[in-house]
T-cell receptor, first 114, second 115 residues
């Protein structure tokens, strides 16, 4: 168990809908990262937050947004969903984002857009 | 920009034989390199990392990796493969010149160990 909790584990929804994915980082970790894993794109970095502030942005669509709350949990919001958004979404956390810091991954949320 | 390449989609080895999973990287600053493993329906698990120092890094479950600066490679190795090593392996890099903690991952290599 990595200590990173993601809910829900599975999500089935329809095109055009909006969903929220939730992540609780390991106790004490200030950084949260979101990744998208799909068969054709592999593991893509979406966005990083550190202690409530956005730290880095990757290949995140404008339809997607995220935030990190004062209690350090994070939410990834996906709107106007398309079939191509179906993927496994991972959250990871680390403590101080030093160069040697390793990321701890949650078990992921499997999103299916029908 | 930083990037990672894993040239093999799949590696097949027989149990008891040595295995190698290849990885090459590109960064502008000093590289910080990682290997992760993913079992079916699970998140990624950390195996090992290279930050500085000895080019041969030892990690979990008997795995090791060799850092080669001139060839910009960081291949994952194990002297004797187990069937239970069958999984998806990811190489990742963090650029030392960046002030973020993000890791950039390769496409992944499926390791299949046959009994």
């Amino acid at each position: 168990d990595s200590g990173v909790t993601q809910t829900p584990k599975h999500l089935i929804t329809a095109t055009g809908q909006r969903v929220t994915l939730r992540c609780s980082p390991r106790s004490g970790d200030l950084s949260v990262y979101w990744y998208q894993q799909s068969l054709d794109q592999g593991l893509q970095f979406l966005i990083q937050y550190y202690n409530g502030e956005e730290r880095a942005k990757g290949n995140i669509l404008e339809r997607f947004s995220a935030q990190q709350f004062p209690d350090l949990h994070s939410e990834l919001n996906l709107s106007s969903l398309e079939l191509g958004d179906s993927a496994l979404y991972f959250c990871a956390s680390s403590d101080v984002p030093g160069q040697g810091a390793k990321l701890f991954f949650g078990s992921g949320t499997q999103l299916s857009v029908l | 920009a930083q990037s990672v390449a894993q040239p093999e989609d799949q590696v097949n080895v027989a149990e008891g034989n040595p295995l190698t999973v290849k990885c090459t990287y590109s960064v502008s600053g000093n590289p910080y390199l990682f290997w992760y493993v993913q079992y079916p329906n699970r998140g990624l698990q950390f195996l090992l990392k290279y930050i500085t120092g000895d080019n041969l890094v030892k990690g979990s479950y008997g795995f090791e990796a060799e850092f080669n600066k001139s060839q910009t490679s960081f291949h994952l190795k194990k002297p004797s493969a187990l069937v239970s090593d069958s999984a998806l392996y990811f190489c990742a890099v963090r650029d030392g010149s960046s002030n973020t903690g993000k890791l950039i991952f390769g496409q992944g290599t499926t390791l299949q160990v046959k009994p």
